[in-house]
């Protein structure tokens, strides 16, 4: 009897991690959670690159010292708290797509002005006034997308990956950031730019069709690819990547 237990308790564990490896498999696989997961990696990514040497940045062309990183560091709480009441208003206004696209701009823009307008000491300031606007704009509408394109079923193993992702691009960015200004001091501002450019052109690829609750009306093609992925035996979705 505690041999067949045993038994039951083994194969048990083996269908779960069947199951998570196949969850896994299935959301790289699926065109818009792999495209999902890839501009979370970008933009964290860019945003780390600009973040890492940040306070050198701005005590070499802005002459920052200790108290103004605080009061910096002050700004951007305090915005982060205001413009979390208004963003999502705007955000809804606008739609998952458009408002990470808006936050995208607005980080572009305001990456840029940190390094064309060097003169101006309040630039910093501004800079951090508008982080808790794009940030949240950003992040209301990337979760947006995640209900949109991710089987509920599959939500939290997609959580699991972007933290991944994100993480990875937490590690890279900033080391890769400090390397590249000791080359060129506002190089990282720039690609900070130019990768939230990217990240909203990624978006624009996204695949129009949207994965909608089972008791909400017709399944979307999307979601019935999905599914397929989800349920397939490994040995046959190893078969079909072979062929």
């Known amino acids: ?25 299935s959301l790289l696989r699926n065109g818009s959670t792999a495209l999902l997961l890839v501009v979370s990696f970008v933009f964290s990514c860019g945003m780390n690159v600009s973040g890492g040497p940040s306070a050198v940045f701005y005590k070499a062309f802005y002459g920052f010292e200790q108290d103004n990183m605080t009061y910096y560091y002050m700004i951007i709480s305090v915005s982060t708290i205001v413009w979390a009441v208004v963003a999502p ?74 933290s991944l992702f994100d993480g990875a691009a937490g590690t890279v960015g900033p080391m890769a950031g400090g390397a590249i200004y000791d080359k060129i001091e506002q190089l990282p501002n720039i690609i900070t730019s130019v990768t939230s450019i990217l990240t909203m052109f990624i978006f624009c690829l996204l695949p129009k069709q949207q994965v909608m609750a089972r008791d909400a009306g017709p399944r979307k093609e999307n979601e019935l690819e999905f599914d397929l992925l989800l349920h397939a035996d490994p040995l046959e979705l190893t078969a079909c990547t072979d062929a």
């Open 89 to 162: 208003l705007l955000a809804n206004k606008l739609g998952a797509i458009r408002s990470c696209c808006t936050g995208c701009i607005l980080i572009a823009a305001m990456c840029s002005g940190l390094v064309i307008f060097t003169q101006f000491e309040w630039m910093p300031y501004a800079y951090a006034g508008t982080i808790g606007l794009f940030g949240v704009m950003y992040g209301i509408g990337f979760s947006q997308l995640v209900k949109q394109k991710v089987p509920e079923q599959a939500m939290g193993s997609f959580w699991g990956l972007q």
């Open 1 to 25: 009897r505690e041999q067949g237990l045993s038994q039951r308790k083994a194969d048990s564990s083996d269908d779960f991690q069947d199951s998570t490896c196949t969850t896994y498999c």
